[in-house]
């Protein structure tokens, strides 16, 4: 698969105000990170013996996916430290990365990293570095091609990263996408448009995790 090209300039480093952030959670999300370089996706297990393998593809795609979106850095007992070990083992591995650099997964795992990283506080240059980088593939590359969930996931993606580094470009892109895609997405009953109750509980989490991340971060002043 070609990797997907882009070109952004990276900013420095800053913080404008520490800001402690903890989700409420409003899923109960498996366990599927086993410990020890062990995952369990869609009841398929598999242990990487050395190094983990991101683009593992054995298991067919959505498997591979589900590695690279790190939800499970949402799943109850995760410690700081073994969060952070796979975030600098993903980005250590960032130049064999396949599947991972798609805008789906980009945009969940912006999603996934800056809840964990706000939560613990974690503050490090080559960590806001790759997330600059991942936000800035996704701004030119969402996916109107397929629409639906995939291009409301980019947006609510794209808001996230707009928040972390306060980035009014950003931030515009995504109001753009999901001012569109909540007004076509949503029934005037309040229903997801796809009629699926799965579909619905995630859209609305989704919309309660920004109102948090627009209420919390103190600093932001993007509007």
């Known amino acids: 698969m070609r990797k997907i090209g882009w070109k952004s300039a990276i900013p420095s480093f800053v913080y404008v105000e520490d800001q402690k952030l903890n989700f409420e959670p409003f899923i109960q999300l ?8 062990t995952f369990n996706f869609l009841y398929k297990e598999v242990k990487f013996e050395s190094e983990i393998d991101w683009n593992y593809s054995k298991n067919g795609k959505l498997w591979t996916y589900n590695i690279n979106y790190f939800e499970f850095l949402m799943q109850d007992g995760i410690s700081e430290q073994d969060g952070k070990l796979l975030i600098d083992n993903y980005i250590n591995s960032k130049d064999k990365l396949i599947d991972g650099l798609e805008s789906f997964p980009t945009s969940l795992r912006l999603i ?69 895609e909540l007004k076509e997405q949503i ?16 859209m609305l989490f989704r919309v309660l995790d920004c109102y948090q991340l627009a209420s919390k971060m103190k600093y932001l002043v993007l509007s």
């Open 112 to 180: 996934n990293w800056i809840k964990f990283l706000l939560k613990h506080q974690i503050k490090e240059e080559r960590i806001y570095q790759f997330i600059h980088e991942d936000a800035y593939r996704l701004y030119h590359h969402p996916e109107y091609h397929l629409l639906g969930n995939h291009l409301l996931e980019n947006g609510f993606g794209l808001y996230f990263a707009a928040n972390y580094l306060n980035d009014k470009k950003l931030y515009n892109k995504a109001k753009s996408i999901l001012s569109a």
């Open 187 to 202: 029934l005037d009953d309040g229903a997801h448009f796809e009629l699926s109750t799965m579909y619905h509980q995630h």
């Open 30 to 37: 498996n366990k599927t990170w086993k410990g020890n370089n």
